[in-house]
Nanobody
Framework: QVQLVESGGGLVQAGGSLRLSCAAS????????MGWYRQAPGRQRDLVAAITSGGNTNYPDSVKGRFTISRDNTKNTVYLQMNSLKPEDTAVYYC???????????????WGQGTQVTVSS
């Protein structure tokens, strides 16, 4: 079993910055893709940023140029630096990781518990 623990959410004014962290622990042979998703009330969960084990990144247009995803493979941790935050960025942010638990095993998809980000106008 693998656990993802997020931290760094909170309340910030528009134009401000926050940095989210997500640490994976447990039975881990390797972590493939890692990412951040967000879900606002009454809306679906959407991708915010993704990063492969090799460091390739992907962002939707809504956050491109403002958000930066990075990872530290030695710590099994992924980060999301969020700059120039807008009220529409308000949501619960979830960490995601695709984990191979053993050298012979298949990949499993894990989620963190979520962290609230609120941007005031």
């Amino acid at each position: 079993q693998v656990q993802l623990v997020e931290s760094g959410g909170g309340l910030v004014q528009a134009g401000g910055s926050l940095r989210l962290s997500c640490a994976a622990s447990g039975r881990i042979f390797s972590i493939n893709a890692m990412g951040w998703y967000r879900q606002a009330p009454g809306r679906q969960r959407d991708l915010v940023a993704a990063i492969t084990s090799g460091g390739n990144t992907n962002y939707p247009d809504s956050v491109k140029g403002r958000f930066t995803i990075s990872r530290d493979n030695t710590k099994n941790t992924v980060y999301l630096q969020m700059n120039s935050l807008k009220p529409e960025d308000t949501a619960v942010y979830y960490c995601n990781a695709v984990v191979q638990e053993t050298s012979w095993g298949i990949n499993y998809n894990y989620w963190g518990q979520g962290t609230q980000v609120t941007v005031s106008s």
